[in-house]
């Protein structure tokens, strides 16, 4: 279906279309393709029984990020089936003639954090990568989503994927945040409006003022956890703050090509009054820091607020699961969480492990130390944000909190490496997924922001940020 | 390659009347190491499934003799979270050929599909009976016919449910969409020098 007045979701669509036949989803070409080493090996087996080559090496990148070890990443992994694992990668993009940069390499890291970072994310264009948070790249204004393995094998055989068109939905925050208040923030207050799964079906561009004010590294974290409730990706119009990232970093176009891009770039927007399937819109001004106290993002609430009561649900179909997880969580319907006693503090993952989050956590614990019931793990999101937090100094202040800063890797965000959250444990983290056992068998995840999760390492409790700031 | 076709099925069910059922529950990340498709049924809902001890826990649907088939009913939402497609491949080696819930999170549907597994999407009522039909008892057969696209429950009650045209083709032959797309190479690759 062609709309008059088209959604910039439509325009990078339709531009990628390579063919559209009744009866059948589009075909879409993808031009760039990210891969790990996780969801990549059955996918190359697949290339190999068929007899097929990648069709455009170039255009994929792969990485080892999710089963790293995150210290000594210089020795040989020391799990077996986690070595074999990595090994697959680098035997697979050997064979097939794809760009790898493995443990050690200075642009290995997290693969949502170094394709912007590297300048292969860029305005326009169609991304994928076997994993679900490649929503991430949206931020600059492309249409990039997750997909599964059978999909991976398509994009390295075709440099398509079969696809059904998506929904539209458009998101618009206005108004002015408060203190305390950022971009994890924003996303945990419109998943707990919309749900875990209120988005699913559709593709969602976040707009308005408060959105076009915040830095492409915040754009991202709220781009990042448009899966979580449901939706296929979530994406940004391109503007100036964009193509100020963009410029100069490593794969960018450079000098004239740039500028000549960045004027292509310049017309990525929707049309004014296009029209969208579904539109939310929410007052910045009402959101405040926020925690979430399940087990899925869309539980998720004011940091003051207390846990909804069985009373309180809208659907009374949701009790069951409602008290299972608050069974899962230890807590109780009804109850405060400000105060609650936090074991582990995890900062890290593709959502909130850039510079600018490290940063946020430093300028908060500057001068300050952990408080002695919590354990603090930093995880920078690739070998560039760990370089750079060294060169600006910010490792000697996690030092001297008491913090531990390891290497890059998706670490605790999902406990496939050794970074475990024990059972019964309460970890405050600034990943994206407070799912049960998601950090490690029984482990209980808290979701919130680096700043929350810098008061909390500070105080050993659920803290509100706007008491420290 | 040509996957198990699918056309109708008639068995017993699997309960799993939870909500939100994500991908980290129907196979944890831990247990994503292995390079192959094969193998993740012994590792589906782990941590549901069995104790720290890995001794299996008795009050478990898929641990309860009383429950058996190639149907698994759960709550809606199911498969929300992560891309992997390993869950898809658990719920298959695990024994399943169709999930029936009354919503499906999108990147789990397809890898479902691309899969030989059967996501059929009813209504929260119609949920909610198969559920009491279960309960009531256990031995009660489910039939799932892709031709006619309905599910039909042993007192002949029924709820149609939709699949999209040409993800039926390919499931009721054999197909995948690899196949489809590389007939489209050359296509492809005028569109890749055009681009
Ligand atoms: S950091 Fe977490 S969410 Fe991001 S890619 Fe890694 S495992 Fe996935």
């Not at chain 1, 070890?69 to 993009?93: F, G, M, W, Y």
């Not at chain 1, 949206?138 to 997750?146: K, L, R, V, Y």
């Not at chain 1, 492409?216 to 448009?226: G, H, V």
Request: net charge neutral.
């Amino acid at each position: 279906m062609t709309r008059q007045r088209k959604t910039l979701f439509d325009k990078i669509w339709d531009a990628h279309v390579v063919k559209s036949s009744e009866g059948h989803p589009d075909a879409v070409y993808i031009d760039r393709h990210f891969i790990h080493e996780v969801t990549s090996p059955q996918a190359f087996d697949g290339l190999r029984k068929r007899n097929v080559k990648v069709f455009n090496p170039s255009r994929t990148t792969a990485t080892a990020d999710h089963n790293v070890p995150t210290i000594d990443q210089h020795l040989p992994i020391k799990e077996a089936l986690s070595r074999h694992q990595v090994e697959t990668l680098r035997k697979n993009c050997k064979d097939f003639g794809v760009e790898l940069y493995d443990l050690g390499h200075p642009y290995q890291g997290i693969v949502h954090i170094i394709g912007p970072e590297l300048g292969l994310t860029l305005p326009g264009m169609t991304i994928v990568c076997g994993d679900s948070h490649t929503s991430t790249h949206g931020a600059f204004g492309n249409i990039a989503f997750g997909i599964g393995t059978s999909e991976v094998e398509q994009v390295l055989a075709t440099q398509c994927v079969l696809q059904y068109r998506p929904k539209t939905m458009l998101i618009d925050i206005s108004g002015t945040l408060s203190k305390g208040v950022v971009a994890k923030d924003i996303i945990l207050y419109i998943i707990s409006k919309l749900s875990a799964s209120g988005a699913t079906g559709y593709f969602v561009e976040y707009a308005g003022d408060a959105i076009r004010n915040l830095s492409m590294e915040a754009r991202m974290t709220i781009c990042n956890m448009s899966i979580e409730m449901g939706a296929r990706g979530g994406l940004i119009a391109p503007d100036e703050t964009t193509f100020n990232y963009i410029k100069g970093r490593k794969f960018a176009p450079q000098g004239d090509t740039f500028d000549r891009m960045v004027e292509q770039w310049r017309q990525l927007k929707s049309d004014p009054d296009a029209e969208y399937d579904e539109v939310v819109r929410f007052d910045a001004g009402d959101i405040a820091p926020m925690i979430t106290y399940g087990t899925n993002p869309g539980m998720g609430m004011k940091v003051t607020d207390r846990i909804p009561t069985l009373n309180e649900l809208k659907d009374i179909t949701e009790q069951p699961s409602f008290s299972k997880s608050l069974e899962y969580m230890g807590l109780q319907p009804g109850a405060a969480i400000l105060g609650q006693a936090v074991d582990y503090v995890f900062i890290g993952s593709c959502t909130n492990a850039r510079i600018e989050d490290l940063r946020l956590v430093a300028s908060m614990v500057k001068g300050k130390k952990k408080a002695s019931n919590v354990e603090v793990w930093v995880v920078p999101g690739s070998k560039q944000v760990e370089k750079q937090a060294r060169e600006e100094g910010l490792d000697k202040i996690f030092e001297a909190a008491g913090f531990q800063l390891r290497q890059p890797g998706c670490s605790a965000c999902l406990g496939m490496n050794e970074d475990k959250i024990p059972a019964g444990k309460y970890c405050i983290s600034t990943s994206n997924r407070n799912f049960e056992g998601r950090q490690g068998p029984k482990s209980r995840t808290f979701l919130a922001s680096p700043l929350s999760a810098a008061a909390a390492a500070i105080t050993g409790k659920v803290t509100d940020v706007r008491e420290l700031v | 390659m040509s996957k198990e076709k699918f056309i109708t099925l008639k068995t017993q069910a699997v309960p799993l009347p939870i909500d939100n059922i994500d991908t980290d529950q129907i196979i944890p990340a831990r247990f994503l190491k292995a390079t192959t498709r094969e193998g993740f049924g012994e590792n589906l809902f782990r941590d549901w499934r069995y104790n720290s001890d890995n001794t299996p826990k008795a009050d478990f649907a898929l641990n309860n003799p009383t429950y058996s088939g190639k149907i698994l009913v759960a709550g809606k939402n199911f498969g929300c979270g992560s891309s992997r497609e390993h869950a898809a491949w658990a719920i298959y080696d695990g024994g399943f050929r169709v999930v029936i819930s009354s919503f499906f999170a999108d990147i789990f549907k397809n890898n479902a599909l691309n899969n030989a597994l059967l996501p059929v999407q009813v209504s929260d009522a119609f949920l909610k009976k198969i559920f009491a039909a279960v309960e009531k008892n256990p031995k009660t057969e489910i039939t799932v016919d892709l031709a006619q696209q309905k599910v039909i429950l042993e007192d002949g009650s029924s709820e149609a449910f939709d699949i999209n045209p040409y993800k039926k083709t390919c499931l009721m032959n054999g197909y995948d969409d690899i196949d489809y797309l590389l007939s489209l190479r050359d296509e492809i690759k005028h569109f890749e020098l055009a681009h």
